[in-house]
């Protein structure tokens, strides 16, 4: 129903001709964006690339220059109209931020609930998930040569520190919630880097968990703010890298990603270390299992979406 909704409104307003396959499509990649940067150690940049999506919206979101905004302000709505449909891909950023913003919504309660109540079981699947969209990221370096191995390294080091910080004591401020959603929507759009587990380190995530389970408009409207500017920011660079340097800055993304199985892994650890049985290990792997079929066989079902 919100679909069709939003797409009823899209005609109506004539900024582009709805194709309801695609829209749906890409609906459904938001929405497992969305539920992937609400999980500590999972990115969405992750889900992006491996449904085919990635070098799309990092281009889309690099595009934006804010060229249209002349026009309107001279009162000529038909360049308005001209600009903003040549900047902003519509047919993208729509059910793209739909499925990411319903995801977030109607998720971020029970993801806190099973990571509270069934960690090991929930880590196990997060751990699933990375090592399978690892192996994804993999197969998108034509060659392996010694630079690449090398910044994979980098990227291995620098993320098994980072996963081992403890999380920083601060207050939730506007101020400070404004720098945060600059700072891990960065980490939501890269592989491998989530943006959800730098919250937790900022102290940040548990509550804007609760803020957007209860609604607090203030908070949402201005950790978005940031994490618009940060991300319009952003994107610029990782657009270029991605365009000049593709597979040196895919190496260094799949080093990253290895270098955060150590969140779910410790967690896993710890759980399991005091079990008197071999029962819940082995409901642990198979769950393991299970998130990595899940990302295979997603990545198989999915194609770039031109």
């Keep these: 129903m919100i679909v069709v909704n939003y797409i009823d409104v899209i005609k109506r307003i004539g900024i582009m001709k709805v194709d309801i396959e695609e829209f749906f499509l890409i609906f459904i990649r938001g929405f497992c964006m969305g539920c992937a940067d609400a999980i500590p150690g999972v990115s969405g940049g992750t889900i992006a690339l491996i449904t085919g999506i990635y070098d799309r919206l990092v281009h ?5 220059k804010f060229d249209f905004m002349k026009p309107l302000l001279q009162g000529n709505l038909s360049e308005f109209k001209d600009k903003l449909i040549d900047e902003i891909d519509f047919k993208l950023f729509v059910p793209l931020l739909s499925g990411i913003g319903i995801a977030l919504v109607t998720l971020s309660k029970l993801i806190s609930y099973l990571m509270e109540v069934y960690p090991v079981y929930t880590f ?3 751990l699933g998930l990375i090592l399978a969209s690892t192996y994804i990221l993999y197969t998108h370096i034509v060659k392996i040569s010694v630079k690449i191995a090398i910044v994979s ?7 098994y520190i980072f996963v081992g910080l403890n999380p920083i004591s601060t207050n939730h401020s506007l101020t400070v919630l404004f720098f945060s959603g600059m700072i891990a929507i960065c980490a939501m759009i890269l592989p491998g880097i989530s943006g959800a587990f730098l919250l937790l380190l900022l102290g940040q995530y548990e509550y804007m968990i ?3 389970h209860d609604f607090h408009l203030t908070e949402i409207v201005t ?5 618009a500017i940060g991300i319009l920011s952003f994107s610029k660079l990782l657009d270029y890298l991605l365009e000049n340097y593709k597979e040196i800055t895919m190496g260094f993304l799949i080093g990253v990603m290895v270098g ?9 650890q710890d759980g399991l270390i005091n079990s008197p049985n071999f029962t819940p290990l082995i409901i642990t792997f198979i769950i393991a299992l299970i998130g990595f079929i899940f990302i295979i066989l997603l990545e198989k079902k999915f194609k770039i979406v031109d």
Excluded at 223 to 227: D, K, L, N, Q, T
Excluded at 260 to 268: G, W
Aim: hydrophobic share 60%; with cysteine; glycine share 12%.
């Design 124 to 126: 196990a699947f997060f």
């Design 260 to 268: 955060t199985l150590r969140l779910p892994y410790d967690r896993i």
């Design 153 to 159: 390294m980098v990227g291995f080091v620098l993320a």
């Design 60 to 64: 889309g979101i690099g595009r934006i």
């Design 210 to 212: 609760n803020a957007l």
């Design 223 to 227: 950790f978005c703010v940031g994490a």
